[in-house]
């Protein structure tokens, strides 16, 4: 299977020779960390709008539950 019907494993292993070559051995785990805290930093945003949402939704539906 793909990754997304797009990209198939040779395309993804000259990606990575070329992530290699352009960074080195060294700069990869520091930018994995990077990316990683990016990720982390992202689902949070993501959890806390959706939070927000659904907090929003509550509030709503209450209030429509005591104007009854």
Not at 12 to 28: A, T
Not at 33 to 38: I, T
Not at 51 to 67: A, L
């Amino acid at each position: 299977m793909t990754l997304l019907g797009i990209i198939g494993g040779q395309e993804i292993l000259i990606i990575l020779l070329i992530v290699l070559v352009l960074f080195g051995g060294k700069k990869i785990p520091e930018l994995m960390k990077g990316l990683g805290k990016g990720v982390k930093e992202y689902k949070n945003a993501v959890n806390n709008v959706n939070e927000e949402i659904d907090s929003v939704s509550n509030t709503e539906e209450s209030q429509k539950k005591d104007e009854k």
